[in-house]
């Protein structure tokens, strides 16, 4: 009888053992694998246009993104202490690819709007810019606001605040839409439109290289629609948010942002 006790008393220790192993182990699981969920990514990938020049564009020598923003989140990056992977994305694809989560981070010649942050968020600002007017190169006039366009045919490229700006103002004989700032200008200097509205820095920038024949910036236009551009990440991606702004911070302190937009001469 003694013998059969000291069996069943042996077995319940044997099980009491197995248990606390199992529950140990699904202890450390569960904690490893929180850790690994927690864990800050070591690089991210980035949204850039081919088309902003000098804030992105392709470079067709090394067949890479570059540019203002390009080299703002690769500094980011370095002093946040990730790295950053440049991915050509269509700008009106950008947000999409964002909630997508194809990318992680929009770097771009992206303002900040009240629309745009319903859907995404945005860090601390960059840089900071307003619309520019193009008409075709012998216009003489000196128009000062969209007013003076009144009944005529205008243009934007699509998904920017530009074409929303030209559609909600509701006195022009039509708003047309194009995929890019070339093609715009392209119809411009044909006259099929009469003006077009495009990021004041870009198309500077553009037009001092000579990309754009046949057009040109209106001087004396103000403009209305001054914004920020910032980097962008998706709703409630808090993390991500404070690891940009610290290392945005860290740019502007010493120095580095500044230089890369003297680099860019914008």
Same mark, same amino acid.
């Given at each position: ?33 929180? +850790? ?5 990514? /070591? ?20 067949? *890479?993104?570059? +540019? ?11 002093? &946040? ?20 989560? #194809?990318?992680? =981070?929009?770097?771009? /010649? ?24 193009? $008409? #075709?190169?012998?216009? /003489? ?11 005529? $045919? ?30 715009? *200008? ?6 099929? =439109?009469?003006? &077009?509205? +495009? ?27 001054? +914004? ?31 230089? =890369? ?6």
């Amino acid at each position: 009888m003694n013998s059969i006790v000291h069996r069943i008393v042996h077995r319940l220790r044997q099980l009491h053992q197995l248990r606390q192993l199992a529950l140990g182990l699904c202890v450390a699981g569960a904690a490893s694998l929180a +850790g690994a969920q927690g864990a800050a990514p /070591a690089a991210y990938n980035v949204g850039a246009t081919a088309t902003g020049v000098p804030f992105t564009f392709l470079d067709v020598k090394t067949n *890479t993104i570059q +540019g203002m923003m390009v080299d703002t989140v690769t500094a980011v990056g370095k002093a &946040g202490g990730f790295g950053v992977n440049v991915q050509q994305t269509v700008f009106s694809a950008l947000i999409p690819s964002l909630t997508a989560r #194809k990318i992680d =981070i929009v770097s771009a /010649a992206m303002l900040k709007t009240a629309a745009r942050q319903e859907v995404v968020d945005f860090s601390d600002p960059v840089y900071s810019y307003g619309e520019g007017l193009i $008409v #075709k190169a012998d216009d /003489a006039r000196a128009y000062v606001s969209l007013d003076e366009l009144k009944g005529e $045919v205008v243009g934007a490229q699509v998904g920017t605040v530009f074409l929303d700006m030209l559609t909600k103002k509701g006195i022009f004989k039509e708003v047309r839409s194009y995929d890019s700032v070339a093609d715009m *200008t392209r119809d411009l200097s044909l006259g099929r =439109i009469k003006a &077009g509205l +495009g990021d004041q820095p870009i198309i500077a920038y553009q037009l001092r290289q000579n990309t754009f024949p046949g057009v040109k910036l209106v001087e004396s236009y103000k403009p209305v629609n001054v +914004g920020d551009v910032c980097l962008v990440v998706r709703k409630g991606d808090t993390e991500t948010m404070a690891r940009l702004n610290k290392a945005i911070a860290a740019i502007k302190a010493d120095g580095t942002l500044a230089k =890369i937009v003297q680099k860019w001469g914008i």
